[in-house]
């Protein structure tokens, strides 16, 4: 079963422009990843947040987690063509040695 | 470049056949993951090695079997394939796991058609 679910689906923005994803999640969890995906290609970790963290930064990239709502959201500033990929959550139960389970994605697009 | 090799890049095989995936993880790595995405299912976890030893299972087939070698290296086995198992397939690694899961760094994956 799919314990973070990504939304919008897809979302198409001009460059320039900020965009925002946003996660759902089903149980308690140590930490939220969001990894970025090329057409084709391997995923590549983005940021990582605990779940004792709200908000972090990287470059470009804002995380929020808000644990009471089971949610994050993940938004790129000033977002540029290369920017264009799917963009995955990834959420670990907080039970053991889970592994991670992500969702099914949102396919960002950057025209130029 | 993430540091974790698999080979082939590309397979196509027909329905009935094996065929075997091989995955090399970063340097250091103990753990090793395997993962299937398809266009309808997005990313399905199959099944975690740690040091050799199986950690955890997903939703891995009876007909889909994998090890880790003592070198850390991984395989699987995908048999009696059918259409359906036509899907990118990854393989990821990380350090171990501490009681939660870290960073998973994933392979370039392999391609296989199922004709």
């Known amino acids: 079963s799919q314990q973070g679910e990504e939304d919008p689906q897809a979302l198409s923005i001009q460059e320039g422009e900020n965009a925002t994803m946003n996660c759902s999640y089903k149980?308690?969890?140590?930490?939220l990843q969001w990894y970025r995906q090329n057409s084709g290609r391997g995923l590549v970790h983005l940021i990582l947040i605990r779940s004792n963290e709200r908000e972090k930064h990287s470059g470009r990239l804002r995380v929020t987690l808000d644990t009471s709502k089971k949610s994050s959201s993940l938004l790129i500033t000033a977002s540029r063509a290369a920017d264009t990929a799917s963009y995955f959550c990834a959420t670990d139960a907080n039970s053991g040695n889970t592994p991670l389970v992500f969702g099914k994605g949102t396919r960002l697009s950057v025209i130029a | 470049d993430s540091g974790v090799t698999q080979t082939p890049k590309h397979l196509i095989t027909a329905t009935g056949q094996r065929v075997t995936l091989r995955c090399s993880p970063r340097?250091?790595?103990?753990?090793v993951y395997w993962y299937q995405q398809s266009l309808d299912q997005g990313l399905q976890f199959l099944i975690q090695y740690y040091n050799g030893e199986e950690r955890a299972k997903g939703n891995i087939l009876e007909r889909f079997s994998a090890q880790q070698f003592p070198d850390l290296h991984s395989e699987l086995n995908l048999s009696s394939l059918e259409l359906g198992d036509s899907a990118l397939y990854f393989c990821?690694?990380?350090?171990?796991?501490?009681?939660?899961?870290?960073?998973?760094?994933f392979g370039p994956g392999t391609r296989l058609l199922v004709l």
């Open positions: 149980t308690s969890i140590n930490n």
């Open positions: 340097s250091g790595d103990l753990s």
């Open positions: 990821a690694s990380s350090q171990p796991p501490t009681g939660e899961q870290e960073t998973q760094y």
